[in-house]
Each structure stands twice: as C-alpha cells, then as structure tokens.
C-alpha cells in the first residue's frame, strides 16, 4: 500500500468519525491495551529505500520486517546498535520504532530512539509530514521523529524510518561466574565507570554474564581484567534474553518490568529476578500485588509495567498525563489512532 492509499484511509476515517487500528506483523501485539478499530495494514508497506553502508545510515518503510533489515546490514557488517528485540517473525521496523524497545545492548550504545534520524509520518488530520533527515545531527527544533519512538501509533502512522547503523565488532566473548543478585549489581555496574568495551550485562538469577565487544585486541586486554569463564554459545544466550527465550521466560502469572537506576540495590519482593542493563532493567514473576509491586519500585525512584499476562497500562501523574494529552491534541485532535492503547483515558 502506498503513501495516498493510507492517507485516503486515513481522511476516510476523519469523515466517519471511525477510529482506527494500527497494525503490520502483530509480534508486539500483546504490549498496550486491546485496541479497536478498523485495521491499517501496513505490511504491504514495505522496502528499503536507501542504503549506503558508507554512510551509515539506512531508510527503509515501516512494514519492512526487521529480519530483512538486519540481514541487509549484516552483509555490509553492520548492525542496529541498540539490538531490538523481534519476539516474532512478523517483526517490522515500524512497530520496532514505534514500541521502542531496545536490546542488551541499549546502556552502552543507545535506545531505540536515539539511532532514529528522521522519518515520514501521517498524523490524525491525514497529512503527510517528513521530519528529520538522512544526517548524523539534526537541530531543526523539536525532534519529533525521536518523539514518536515509543508512541505505539498512537501519535500518526509511521511510514518511512531513517536509522543510524553501526559496524559489527571485530570480536566478542562473554564472561561468566556464578554470583547472588545482591553481588553482582555492584560487579555490572563497575563496568559503567571503566573503559573496558562491555556491552551487554546481566544477572540471570545464578551466573552474572558480561559481553565485551570491540577489536581483537581491546577484548583480549578486557578479558584479562574480568574474572570468570568464557560461556560457550554466547550468541544464542544474549539471542534468548533478547527474545525471552531464555527458561526464566517459561514461568506462568505477569512478567513485571522494573526500571530503576543500575546501582539500585535489590527491592523488597519475593518472586524470580533477571537483571538486564546492567541492572537498570529488572525482569520479575512475582505473586506480590501489582501495587506492592509499584510502591516498592517508586520507593526506589523507580517505575513498573506489567510487560506480559498483566495489565499494561501505568497509572501516570497528573503532570505527564496532561503533558500525553497535548501531544496527542497535537498529532491527532480527533483521537483516531490506536484509541486508549498506552492508557484508558488517553
């Protein structure tokens, strides 16, 4: 589907007052509330656009499925640095940009959002608006294609995506030793003050394991100064956090996701633990009520979200939630898009 079929949908919805559904490879279907709607399809809306490894920089339309992306990256040794995750083989680069998640990789190298350098967009009045470019800075006021990672479609329907890329290390190795989660928050979060080429950090309730990535010779050195044993099949474990594959993913009941600050010693909640990020993102399957849950995060200045099998919408302050309301008011005044998707009032 092309650029005027979706705008004339859109303007058709306008005219009815009709409320529509965002929708392309469904794998991150289960985030946000249950949406209603006529569905607008974009996985017809697919290609890459522009590709010039020299340049670092790719453009591709939201529908195009990640695992094609990727692919086209990897041929020329490159990558996304901020590692998202596809939890599907549906997986497009519109819905990867639009939930904005991001992998292991993201306290070392970036979210999802900061690697988006502009993008084309249909907001709620049915016009077609570009913002951004095809270059490493951009000042031209409010960057609002950074603004709509992480938007869930609630904001307009993303149709082009330009995304700065990175070169594939040279070489990387994990490091593994067996720890308790009080111990190893303060062995990840030495790595945020030292120049060893970590990227990748995480507790997964028995072992910590730490992914050093870079030249040869940067990796060797590192390896030399971190203790503990090299894990096999590294790639298939770092896979299987990534895409919660992993056996602490298999548990029955609500996948919590706490965000907290990295040093954050462990909260006061029973249940099992996965520490991600170095420990600013923290997986947890607990029987607690979702609000002992939250009063315990914010106790540490944190927040929560009931990732999968819960409720995902996070109460929000009157402050943000007003602050969501203009936006919205901004980008789609007659509430068409993906309608109480992020929160029931919004």
């Not at 294609?145 to 290390?169: D, F, M, N, Q, W």
């Not at 200045?301 to 919205?328: C, E, I």
Request: charged share 20%.
């Amino acid at each position: 589907m092309d650029d005027i079929s979706l705008q004339q949908q859109v303007l058709n919805a306008l005219e009815n007052k009709a409320p529509l559904r965002i929708a392309s490879g469904g794998s991150k279907a289960f985030l946000g509330q249950h949406v209603t709607g006529t569905p607008v399809d974009l996985q017809t809306h697919t290609g890459i656009i522009e590709y010039d490894p020299r340049e670092l920089v790719l453009t591709a339309r939201s529908g195009t499925k990640l695992s094609e992306v990727e692919k086209a990256l990897a041929d020329a040794g490159q990558m996304l640095a901020f590692e998202p995750p596809h939890f599907g083989a549906g997986a497009t680069l519109g819905g990867t940009i639009s939930t904005g998640l991001s992998g292991p990789r993201r306290p070392y190298s970036g979210s999802a959002r900061d690697f988006v350098l502009g993008c084309k967009m249909l907001n709620g009045r049915g016009e077609i608006a570009s913002f951004g470019g095809q270059v490493m800075k951009n000042v031209a006021g409010y960057d609002v294609s950074r603004l709509l990672a992480g938007s869930h479609g609630t904001l307009g329907i993303l149709l082009e995506i330009s995304l700065k890329v990175l070169p594939i290390p040279a070489s990387s190795i994990t490091v593994s030793r067996e720890c308790s989660q009080e111990d190893a928050i303060p062995i990840m979060n030495e790595f945020l003050s030292k120049p060893y080429p970590v990227d990748g950090a995480c507790h997964d309730g028995e072992r910590v394991h730490v992914r050093i990535s870079g030249s040869e010779q940067a990796v060797k050195e590192a390896r030399n100064k971190i203790p503990g044993e090299i894990l096999p099949d590294a790639e298939l474990f770092w896979h299987g956090l990534r895409e919660q594959t992993l056996p602490f993913f298999n548990r029955p009941g609500t996948l919590y996701r706490i965000a907290v600050k990295p040093a954050t010693r462990p909260l006061h909640l029973d249940g099992h633990w996965l520490l991600d990020w170095g420990g600013a993102q923290r997986w947890l399957y607990s029987e607690e009520d979702a609000a002992t849950i939250r009063h315990q995060a914010g106790l540490a200045g944190g927040h929560v979200t009931a990732f999968r099998n819960g409720s995902n919408s996070t109460p929000l302050p009157p402050s943000l939630l007003a602050l969501h309301r203009r936006l919205k008011a901004s980008f789609d005044p007659e509430d068409i898009f993906n309608r109480g998707h992020l929160f029931a009032t919004l």
